[in-house]
């Protein structure tokens, strides 16, 4: 071998030894293949593998490698109504009563369910990328124009601010149509409308005739959503996060892409200062260490931008957000779901709905509605527990007055009834597992109309109102 073909291989084979893969042998652990049914209300959760202990605790995420001694799981935690997080737990093998394992079909959604919410905000910025923009200019107004499959959309917002949202309202009718399938085809196009600063949403409303103070309606003579945030001066703030970004992302590259040729040099420098072959080896295990390590701090500094830009982005936008996803939702419901030409839905159920989905955490693509509307949950148990509470007969009659105060004012009737709607429709959702059922879709159809409010929620819920009501109100004392 000559010299040259020598530390060729030194330096291969340190690379090799550094990139090999383990093959770990799994012993036997009793084994069951399971796919969990999901209601239409559960569509935000997904189906896992379980580890179940012999102290007969059970924990849940996806099996990784095994060896002899110890089981990888990544656990994947989702406590109601916060953010969904992973933990990656080494469980000892004599500790496991079984494995319940999911079919390969299943486990591959699954690892990619999590990989893509290990990497949501570079996925995310991937999606940005694909977002096709064109420019227009409607009423003498120049926007930034989006068309997809479900709504089009046209923003006064900068280019990468724009992206960004047409990015997050996709996922979120993605996750409408989980929790509650479109049935039809929209009629005419669904067009939203997102403004960059509150004057120009305010100039907005006061053309169309309208005096709101939310940020966001859904206008439906127009088959409209309108929606103002100060996203104009969130750019500023972004462009300062995106240009550290964009250098920290330069510099990892030049890293990685010089690691082996630096390897290369430091051999053939040691190599003719007369070092053996594994002193070679030893420093450049070292060198290997030591850019790993520069490497795994560009990468953590890298996802703290992410972080920073992201959580700068939801404090400019939460507000805009949590009303978009009420209104938006109505469109949806109005569009591709229940239109009030061939439907009768009542407005309580609308509201309630709407009032719902606001306040969903959005992950990974999905919109989880599992944890209660905090704000609806507080009015209602302090006003179930007051001297007069709101009767249900009052409620399932309420039209749509009722409702459109709270658009206008924060007025304690509308508040009331928006919580009340939330609060019946979470019953019926999550302990009744009425969405998107036969039984509710009878009780829209257009001929239920003519049946009195009571009787026509009673053939919905099966059960006498007042035996209805009693076990409702026990189960929202019990919601934390």
């Given at each position: 071998m000559?010299?040259?073909?020598?530390v060729?291989?030194?330096?291969?084979?340190t690379l090799?030894?550094?990139s090999?893969?383990?093959?770990?042998?799994e012993?036997a652990?009793?084994q069951v293949?399971?796919v969990?049914?999901q209601?239409?209300?559960e569509?935000?959760t997904w189906?896992?593998e379980r580890?179940?202990l012999?102290?007969g605790?059970?924990?849940s995420?996806?099996?990784?490698?095994?060896?002899?001694?110890w089981?990888?799981l990544?656990?994947?935690?989702?406590?109601v109504?916060?953010?969904?997080y992973?933990?990656v737990?080494?469980?000892?093998?004599?500790s496991?009563?079984?494995l319940v394992r999911?079919?390969?079909?299943?486990r591959?959604?699954l690892?990619?369910r999590i990989?893509?919410?290990?990497?949501?905000?570079?996925?995310?910025a991937?999606?940005?990328e694909?977002?096709?923009?064109?420019?227009?200019?409607i009423?003498g107004?120049?926007?930034?124009?989006?068309?997809?499959?479900w709504?089009?959309?046209?923003s006064s917002?900068d280019e990468?601010?724009t992206r960004?949202v047409?990015?997050?309202?996709e996922?979120i009718?993605?996750?409408?149509?989980?929790?509650?399938?479109?049935?039809?085809?929209?009629?005419?196009p669904?067009r939203?409308v997102?403004?960059?600063?509150?004057?120009?949403y305010?100039?907005y409303?006061?053309?169309?005739g309208l005096?709101i103070?939310?940020?966001?309606?859904?206008v439906?003579?127009?088959n409209l959503?309108?929606a103002?945030?100060?996203l104009a001066?969130?750019?500023?703030?972004?462009?300062?996060?995106?240009?550290?970004h964009?250098?920290l992302r330069?510099?990892l590259?030049q890293?990685?892409r010089?690691?082996?040729e630096?390897?290369?040099e430091?051999s053939?420098q040691?190599?003719?200062q007369?070092?053996?072959?594994n002193?070679?080896?030893t420093v450049?295990l070292?060198v290997?260490?030591?850019?790993?390590?520069?490497i795994k701090?560009?990468?953590?500094e890298?996802?703290?931008?992410?972080?920073?830009?992201?959580q700068?982005f939801?404090?400019?936008?939460?507000?805009?957000?949590?009303r978009?996803?009420?209104?938006?939702?109505?469109a949806?419901?109005?569009n591709?779901v229940?239109?009030?030409?061939?439907?009768?839905?009542?407005h309580w159920?609308n509201?309630g709905?709407a009032?719902?989905?606001e306040?969903?955490?959005?992950?990974?693509?999905?919109?989880?509605v599992?944890?209660p509307?905090?704000?609806?949950?507080?009015?209602?148990?302090?006003?179930?527990?007051?001297?007069?509470?709101?009767?249900l007969?009052?409620?399932l009659?309420?039209?749509?007055?009722?409702?459109?105060?709270?658009h206008d004012t924060?007025?304690e009737q509308s508040?009331r009834h928006?919580s009340y709607?939330w609060?019946?429709?979470?019953?019926?959702?999550?302990?009744?597992?009425?969405l998107?059922s036969?039984?509710?879709l009878?009780y829209?159809?257009?001929d239920?109309?003519?049946?009195p409010?009571?009787a026509?929620f009673?053939?919905?819920?099966g059960m006498?109102?007042?035996q209805?009501e009693?076990?409702w109100?026990?189960y929202?004392?019990t919601?934390?």
């Amino acid at each position: 071998m000559h010299e040259n073909d020598d530390v060729k291989y030194l330096a291969g084979l340190t690379l090799a030894i550094l990139s090999a893969v383990w093959v770990l042998v799994e012993p036997a652990i009793p084994q069951v293949h399971s796919v969990p049914e999901q209601s239409p209300a559960e569509a935000g959760t997904w189906a896992m593998e379980r580890v179940i202990l012999l102290d007969g605790r059970e924990l849940s995420g996806l099996v990784g490698s095994q060896d002899e001694f110890w089981v990888y799981l990544t656990e994947i935690r989702r406590p109601v109504g916060r953010p969904m997080y992973l933990v990656v737990r080494p469980i000892e093998r004599t500790s496991i009563a079984r494995l319940v394992r999911l079919k390969p079909e299943e486990r591959a959604k699954l690892r990619g369910r999590i990989e893509q919410f290990r990497h949501r905000a570079r996925i995310e910025a991937g999606k940005m990328e694909a977002v096709r923009l064109g420019l227009v200019e409607i009423d003498g107004t120049h926007y930034r124009h989006y068309r997809g499959r479900w709504f089009s959309l046209d923003s006064s917002a900068d280019e990468r601010i724009t992206r960004r949202v047409i990015v997050r309202v996709e996922q979120i009718f993605a996750a409408y149509r989980q929790i509650l399938p479109p049935r039809i085809e929209a009629r005419r196009p669904l067009r939203l409308v997102i403004l960059g600063a509150l004057d120009e949403y305010d100039a907005y409303l006061e053309r169309l005739g309208l005096k709101i103070n939310n940020r966001a309606v859904f206008v439906e003579r127009e088959n409209l959503v309108v929606a103002g945030s100060e996203l104009a001066r969130f750019a500023a703030l972004l462009a300062k996060i995106n240009a550290r970004h964009d250098q920290l992302r330069d510099e990892l590259k030049q890293l990685q892409r010089s690691l082996p040729e630096r390897l290369h040099e430091i051999s053939e420098q040691l190599r003719k200062q007369g070092k053996t072959r594994n002193e070679i080896i030893t420093v450049l295990l070292r060198v290997k260490r030591e850019t790993d390590e520069e490497i795994k701090g560009k990468r953590n500094e890298i996802r703290r931008c992410d972080r920073q830009n992201e959580q700068a982005f939801d404090q400019v936008t939460r507000q805009m957000f949590t009303r978009l996803y009420h209104e938006a939702f109505h469109a949806y419901l109005e569009n591709y779901v229940f239109p009030h030409e061939n439907n009768h839905v009542p407005h309580w159920l609308n509201e309630g709905l709407a009032t719902m989905f606001e306040a969903g955490l959005l992950e990974s693509g999905a919109l989880r509605v599992d944890a209660p509307n905090r704000p609806a949950l507080k009015k209602l148990k302090s006003d179930l527990k007051g001297g007069q509470p709101l009767a249900l007969t009052e409620l399932l009659a309420a039209d749509q007055q009722s409702f459109l105060v709270a658009h206008d004012t924060s007025s304690e009737q509308s508040n009331r009834h928006y919580s009340y709607a939330w609060g019946l429709v979470y019953y019926l959702t999550f302990e009744k597992d009425l969405l998107d059922s036969p039984a509710l879709l009878r009780y829209v159809a257009p001929d239920a109309k003519t049946i009195p409010p009571v009787a026509r929620f009673e053939g919905l819920v099966g059960m006498p109102l007042a035996q209805f009501e009693k076990a409702w109100r026990e189960y929202i004392a019990t919601l934390p």
